[in-house]
C-alpha cells in the first residue's frame, strides 16, 4: 500500500523530474541491477554498500549517486505539498542548523532560501551535472574526471541535508503517509553507503546524530 501511495504521488506531482535511468545493456545497469538484487534479498545494509569484488568504485559510486537521488526526490516529492514558502521560510534542519544555496551560475555566494527553493535549485542542479557526460561518462572506455569523488561527495552533502530538513521539519507528514519504514530504509542505506567510503565530512551528519534517535548503529 505505501508503495502505491508514493506512486500515486509521484504520478500526481508535475514538479517531479523524470527518474535517471541506466541504459539496459551497459555495465553500470547490470551494476544497479546486482545492487537492487542485493538490497532486496534482505541482507544486512552494511553488507550490501561494500564494492562488489572486481567492480570500479566509481562506477559503484555513481550508480548509488543516481540512485539516491531518484530515491530522494521521491521523498521529497511526497512531502512537497507540506514544504512551502510560508512553513519553510528557511531551509533549515531545525533551530541550529541552516542551508545556504550556492552554485556557479545563479547563486555566486551563499544565499538564504526557503526551503521549496532550495530543493528545486538543488535537484536541477544534480539532474544538470548526472546528465553532464564529462562527470559522469556513460560509454564503455571513457574514464571518470579525476574530480569525480569531490563532485559525488557535494551531491552527497547536499542530498543528506533533504533527509534532514524531512525528519526534523516534516515527521509528522512521514507517519502520517505511513512512509516512516520507506524513509527510514532509505536514510539507512545512504548513510551507511556515505561511511562505507567516507563521502561526507562527519560534521554534516551532525543534525541528525543530535535527534539521537537517529543515529544508525
Not at 545493456?25 to 545492487?35: D, H, N, P, V
Not at 533533504?162 to 516534516?170: D, K, L, R
Not at 512512509?179 to 539507512?188: D, I, L, Q, R, S
Request: with cysteine; glycine share 4%.
Amino acid at each position: 500500500a505505501m508503495a502505491l501511495c508514493l506512486k500515486q504521488v509521484f504520478n500526481k506531482d508535475k514538479t517531479f523530474r523524470p527518474r535517471k535511468k541506466f541504459e539496459p545493456g551497459t555495465q553500470r545497469f547490470e551494476l544497479y541491477k546486482k545492487a537492487q538484487a542485493s538490497l532486496k534479498s534482505g541482507l544486512d545494509l552494511k553488507a550490501v554498500v561494500q564494492l562488489p569484488p572486481g567492480e570500479s568504485i566509481n562506477d559503484w559510486i555513481a550508480v548509488h549517486v543516481v540512485d539516491f537521488f531518484n530515491r530522494i526526490n521521491l521523498i521529497y516529492g511526497t512531502m512537497s505539498e507540506y514544504c512551502t514558502e510560508r512553513s519553510c521560510p528557511i531551509m533549515s534542519g531545525g533551530l541550529k542548523y541552516e542551508y545556504r544555496w550556492q552554485d556557479d551560475s545563479k547563486y555566486k555566494k551563499p544565499t538564504k532560501l526557503s526551503a521549496p527553493q532550495y530543493m528545486c535549485m538543488l535537484m536541477d542542479w544534480i539532474e544538470m551535472l548526472i546528465n553532464n557526460e564529462d562527470i559522469f561518462p556513460t560509454r564503455i572506455g571513457v574514464p571518470f574526471p579525476k574530480q569525480f569523488q569531490q563532485v559525488c561527495t557535494k551531491i552527497l552533502t547536499r542530498l543528506f541535508r533533504v533527509f534532514v530538513h524531512v525528519y526534523i521539519h516534516h515527521f509528522d507528514s512521514i507517519i502520517n503517509m505511513g512512509a516512516e519504514a520507506h524513509v527510514n530504509t532509505c536514510y539507512k542505506h545512504f548513510y551507511y553507503f556515505i561511511r562505507e567510503f567516507s563521502l561526507i565530512d562527519h560534521r554534516e551528519l551532525e543534525p541528525l546524530v543530535r535527534m539521537g534517535r537517529w543515529r544508525v548503529r
